[in-house]
């Protein structure tokens, strides 16, 4: 498999050979459609709570007498059936949203991600991503010249230059291959890998 190697002003300058097994595999929608599913409910917090009929605030006086009325009968206005009831199965803060995602499969899933985003142009090589000081208006004027508005940077080693750098642009992240995710893979239109980075995606993903 081979990748384009872009050059400062984002044109492709010559390409370069990939491991087959991270950027050659065949897509694989089913399979990426669950890893994606999987990491974003691995990051959900169960903060949400409601109340159940034991808990809200209610009287235990009867509304109105057992019989007589035509109405159906009720003990206490916390039922669920009334409105400001208690809920019958309430969230609770203790819920867990996490899923179950074996290692082989979730490095298949990031595998075929790679291999689509290369197959739709939209994966690319670059020789290294770095800046000479901590400024966002350095890195985001190469990006410019490159003609790049959401991209994600899997680089080899993201030093506190690149970091503070790239941390206030919109529609940029840069980030080392181990915190790669597959959220991030989907979401951004372009995404830019070092040379030296291919070699650990190799050994994570393969």
């Given at each position: 498999?081979?990748?384009?190697?872009?050059?400062?002003?984002?044109?492709?300058?010559?390409?370069?050979?990939?491991?087959?097994?991270?950027?050659?595999?065949?897509?694989?929608?089913?399979?990426?459609?669950?890893?994606?599913?999987?990491?974003?409910?691995?990051?959900?917090?169960?903060?949400?709570?409601?109340?159940?009929?034991?808990?809200?605030?209610?009287?235990?006086?009867?509304?109105?007498?057992q019989?007589?009325?035509?109405?159906?009968?009720?003990?206490?206005?916390?039922?669920?059936?009334?409105?400001?009831?208690?809920?019958?199965?309430?969230?609770?803060?203790?819920?867990?949203?996490?899923?179950?995602?074996?290692?082989?499969?979730?490095?298949?899933?990031?595998?075929?991600?790679?291999?689509?985003?290369?197959?739709?142009?939209r994966?690319?090589?670059?020789?290294?991503?770095?800046?000479?000081?901590?400024?966002?208006?350095?890195?985001?004027?190469?990006?410019?010249?490159?003609?790049?508005?959401?991209?994600?940077?899997?680089?080899?080693?993201?030093?506190?230059n690149?970091?503070?750098?790239?941390?206030?642009?919109?529609?940029?992240?840069?980030?080392?291959?181990?915190?790669?995710?597959?959220?991030?893979?989907?979401?951004?239109?372009?995404?830019?890998?070092?040379?030296?980075?291919?070699?650990?995606?190799?050994?994570?993903?393969?």
């Amino acid at each position: 498999m081979q990748l384009e190697l872009l050059n400062e002003q984002g044109q492709a300058a010559s390409k370069i050979d990939a491991p087959e097994t991270v950027f050659g595999r065949e897509y694989n929608e089913d399979l990426v459609h669950q890893v994606v599913v999987a990491f974003q409910a691995n990051a959900r917090q169960g903060t949400r709570a409601q109340k159940d009929r034991a808990t809200v605030k209610h009287s235990t006086k009867k509304p109105f007498k057992q019989k007589g009325t035509g109405r159906a009968r009720a003990g206490m206005t916390s039922s669920p059936l009334w409105r400001g009831g208690g809920r019958i199965f309430p969230n609770s803060p203790e819920e867990n949203f996490t899923q179950k995602l074996n290692k082989k499969m979730y490095r298949a899933g990031m595998a075929s991600i790679f291999s689509q985003l290369a197959r739709e142009g939209r994966l690319a090589v670059v020789d290294s991503i770095k800046v000479d000081s901590p400024k966002t208006k350095q890195l985001a004027a190469r990006f410019k010249a490159m003609n790049l508005e959401s991209v994600l940077v899997i680089a080899d080693e993201v030093d506190e230059n690149l970091y503070l750098a790239s941390r206030n642009l919109a529609n940029v992240l840069v980030v080392e291959p181990r915190y790669a995710d597959p959220l991030s893979l989907v979401h951004y239109k372009k995404v830019l890998v070092t040379k030296a980075a291919i070699d650990q995606l190799k050994e994570m993903f393969a």
